[in-house]
T-cell receptor, first 114, second 115 residues
Framework: EPEVTQTPSHQVTQMGQEVILRCVPI?????FYWYRQILGQKVEFLVS????????KSEIFDDQFSVERPDGSNFTLKIRSTKLEDSAMYFC????????????FGSGTQLSVL | AQKITQTQPGMFVQEKEAVTLDCTYD???????LFWYKQPSSGEMIFLIY??????QNATEGRYSLNFQKARKSANLVISASQLGDSAMYFC????????????FGAGTRLTVKP
């Protein structure tokens, strides 16, 4: 089965630093998502992206966050100035089209902000 | 707005027995999809089963079945013949057709299978 690929699997950064989390969605998929999961808590929606623009974002996705699809394959999440509370697992997901299909999730990037 | 409720933070089941994980949801969209994902300790999200709001029959996938009661807005996951490898977090999720297609998750249930 095709996979969503996320790199790195684990990233450690200092508070206030910028981080970029990278994702390669499944090649023919059109809708892309970022979710985060703070340790032991629920999976929270951050942002959805379609046709090179944000289609929806949650209240978590403030001005410190941005997403980009810089080329035909990568989908990135940038956190401009990390805070301690940004420490979480970040999941990328993608889907082919607007149907009720499952989201294909990547294996996640564990971000640790020190 | 979507709302997914999983009222069981933790569940225990004896190996080889069946277990039901509860999920209720709230939506005003007549067309939606319900999903269950498994998250083992390694952290990845593993898709288990899907139920469409217009599906007439309950979904089944191997040992997993979804007890879909539309009028009650519940979508409970039934795992038959539990195995030790079933120990994990289980998340119920929903996507609305008219929404922006993002998937919203419940708080999860931690299932522990005892030998």
């Amino acid at each position: 089965e095709p996979e969503v690929t996320q790199t790195p699997s684990h990233q450690v950064t200092q508070m206030g630093q910028e981080v970029i989390l990278r994702c390669v969605p499944i090649s023919n998929h059109l809708y892309f998502y970022w979710y985060r999961q703070i340790l032991g808590q629920k999976v929270e929606f951050l942002v959805s992206f379609y046709n090179n623009e944000i289609s929806e974002k949650s209240e978590i996705f403030d001005d410190q966050f941005s997403v980009e699809r810089p080329d035909g394959s990568n989908f990135t999440l940038k956190i401009r100035s990390t805070k301690l509370e940004d420490s979480a697992m970040y999941f990328c997901a993608s889907i082919l089209q607007e149907t009720n299909e499952k989201l294909f999730f990547g294996s996640g990037t564990q971000l640790s902000v020190l | 707005a979507q709302k997914i409720t999983q009222t069981q933070p933790g569940m225990f089941v004896q190996e080889k027995e069946a277990v039901t994980l509860d999920c209720t949801y709230d939506t005003s969209d007549p067309s939606y999809g319900l999903f269950w994902y498994k998250q083992p300790s390694s952290g990845e999200m593993i898709f288990l089963i899907y139920q469409g709001s217009y599906d007439q029959q309950n979904a089944t996938e191997g040992r997993y079945s979804l007890n879909f009661q539309k009028a009650r807005k519940s979508a409970n996951l039934v795992i038959s013949a539990s195995q030790l490898g079933d120990s994990a977090m289980y998340f119920c999720a929903m996507r609305e057709v008219r929404g922006n297609n993002d998937m919203r998750f419940g708080a999860g249930t931690r299932l522990t299978v005892k030998p």
